[in-house]
């Protein structure tokens, strides 16, 4: 009898440890689905954030390869400087900006281009080396990263007056071991925070726009040096022909107003500039009795003065850096009517380097002496222009030339009443 209760105690016993075994399973089984589905559910959060991450960094990526791109074409320092500011500004979403660049004679930055500030501010601001942020990173060659400039012990407030944001990165432009500026870039929002990763990222365009500012000093100084070089031989074709003495430097000076005035590109205008200075070299290989005759020329002799623009271009087109102005040196003599010389081409036909230098040349012309008569006075000249204008002379270029000759009067005009 005690046996048998003992065997039922038993059963009833594995029956129930089975039972808590089960229920143990299941809520293991529970538990593992809850803290799995929670863990998916954070890897997935996190998965999503490296994605954005990453979408944020191609963007960054992307602009700064647009910015490296475009850098390339330009050669001025003022449109480069321009463009390393507003990359800056779109890569770090925000439109408060600055480029300061260091003078070695001075030790001090001042603002060669920006956004969001005032132009008093860009131009009287000049910071002292190893003074204020953008002195010390001058100074230092290393970037000052403040992500909340109201809780970093190492700054004042108030010597950000400028500066409406908590938080900024102000990062060095450095070409080899020289610093030449700073780059400096301000938070959008009031409450906006810059990273490290947003650090790193300037730093790669801080030293892209470095080494791009460094070619352009070296382009320019050759260009100057090529300049130089192509003053002298636009002198020489002066000396020989005495009647057009300064002819050239003031054909340079208005072919640089006339395509500030078009809106053309600096490196178009310099290569105007270049035609403007060497049109006429081609008159090197012209007979100089031929090219001073007093009395009227011969038809004879009228044939071989027209060979000197394909004399010029000769001369110019195996030159590398000249070779851009080769055809505005060949095609100056043409007509927008297409009654001109050497070839007869018409209207757009002719590179409007060409037609640019065609208005100046007979501008200048008609108010120099010449062998055959005495200068003549600016109002005849306008005169002339205004009549040759879609006939002679393209109508754009003669109503820049206008506009030009019109501030260079009122210029002159205010000038000489200050001094009086
Ligand atoms: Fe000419």
């Not at 700064?64 to 791109?69: D, K, R, V």
């Not at 002799?301 to 001369?315: D, L, Q, S, T, V």
Request: net charge neutral; hydrophobic share 40%.
């Amino acid at each position: 009898m005690e046996f048998l209760y003992l065997k039922e105690i038993l059963l009833i016993a594995i029956f129930i440890v089975v039972l808590i075994f089960i229920k143990r399973q299941r809520y293991l089984a529970q538990q593992r689905e809850l803290i799995y589905g929670k863990r998916l559910k954070e890897a997935q959060s996190q998965i999503q954030e490296y994605i954005s991450d990453l979408d944020n960094l191609i963007v960054m990526l992307v602009g700064i390869h647009e910015f490296g791109m475009t850098a390339t074409g330009i050669v001025s320092k003022e449109e480069l400087t321009q463009l390393v500011v507003d990359s800056a500004c779109k890569l770090m979403r925000t439109d408060k900006g600055s480029l300061m660049l260091l003078s070695h004679e001075t030790n001090e930055l001042t603002i060669a281009a920006s956004q969001g500030l005032s132009p008093e501010v860009v131009s009287t601001t000049r910071i002292k080396l190893g003074e204020s942020i953008s002195g010390k990173v001058a100074q230092t060659g290393r970037a000052i990263f403040v992500e909340d400039i109201e809780t970093d012990m190492r700054f004042m407030r108030a010597n950000n007056v400028h500066y409406p944001s908590k938080s900024f990165i102000s990062v060095p432009l450095r070409v080899k071991n020289r610093i030449i500026g700073v780059l400096n870039i301000n938070a959008q929002e009031p409450n906006a925070r810059f990273e490290e990763r947003d650090v790193r990222l300037l730093t790669i365009l801080a030293d892209q726009a470095a080494i791009t500012l460094e070619n352009i000093e070296l382009y320019s100084n050759l260009q100057n040096f090529y300049l130089e070089m192509v003053q002298t031989l636009a002198r020489a074709i002066d000396a020989k022909d005495s009647y057009t003495h300064e002819h050239a430097d003031r054909a340079r000076k208005y072919a640089r107003l006339i395509g500030m005035k078009l809106n053309l590109p600096e490196v178009m205008i310099r290569h105007i500039e270049y035609a403007a200075l060497m049109h006429d070299i081609g008159k090197i290989g012209i007979d100089e009795n031929i090219l001073h005759k007093p009395g009227k020329l011969t038809e004879e002799e009228r044939e071989i003065i027209k060979k000197h623009p394909a004399i010029g271009n000769r001369i110019i087109a195996p030159v590398a850096f000249l070779s851009p102005v080769a055809p505005m040196v060949l095609y100056h003599q043409e007509w927008y009517n297409g009654q001109g010389y050497p070839e007869g081409l018409a209207g757009e036909e002719i590179p409007l380097g060409a037609r640019i230098v065609a208005v100046i040349d007979a501008y200048d012309a008609i108010t120099s002496d010449r062998p055959y008569r005495k200068a003549l006075p600016k109002e005849v000249a306008v005169q002339e222009l205004k009549k040759g204008a879609d006939k002679q002379f393209d109508p754009k270029v003669v109503n820049a030339f206008l506009k030009v000759l019109e501030e260079e009067k009122q210029e002159k005009t205010s000038k000489d009443s200050s001094i009086i």
